[in-house]
């Protein structure tokens, strides 16, 4: 195999490596996470992932780009579920566990991590301030909308905003270390109180 075969070949597997060490050492850490943590779970020098990446902003945005998109999609198949209650339990229920597993997309969802976009280059938005800020359009538009069609259908209380969600998520996914069937009551509770007064049933069904 030629020189530059190889290298090329030991690149594109160190970029894997880096890749998925930093999924790891995000989703268990948060994204306090150096670069220089990132190399050493990798088994790489720090060298290698500076190569690839200018600055951990870069290297986060290739970590969640896909992730954060999906977020999107996610709140578009809620927003138009026939059954408007079952899309909004479907969309709170995942964004719980999907937060609940992951630091890094919790800081990111959440804005723990607004702060420090921007601050590697000294001159923001970044790629992923500008990811960041584009999703939060597109979910907000979707779940507005969901939120409308509940309260319209009687099914949500008209006080409920569409922040709320974010806050009651993080509330509901502390409970999910307790076990499942812990967190799926602690969420059927949080549900029974988003129905309007008078209204009955169990909040997940």
Known sequence: MPPSDRMRRDAETNLRRVLAAAAEVFATRGLTTTLADVAAHAGVG?????????????????????????????????????????????????????????????????????????????????????????????????????????????RLREDFEVGDMVVLSAAVQATISFGDDVARRALGFVLDGLRPAGVTGSGTD
């Open 46 to 154: 720090v060298g290698t992932v500076y190569r690839r990446f200018a600055n951990k902003d870069e290297l986060i945005y290739e970590v969640y780009r896909e992730r954060i998109g999906r977020t999107g999609e996610l709140a578009r198949e809620a927003s138009g579920t026939e059954d408007v209650w079952a899309g909004f339990v479907r969309f709170f229920e995942t964004s719980m566990r999907d937060l609940a597993a992951d630091r890094g997309l919790w800081e990111l969802t959440t804005g723990g991590y607004n702060n420090s976009l921007g601050w590697s280059r000294g001159a923001p938005p970044t790629r992923l301030a500008e990811l960041l800020a584009d999703n939060r359009k597109i979910v907000n538009a979707h779940l507005d909308r969901l939120v409308r069609r509940a309260k319209d259908a009687g």
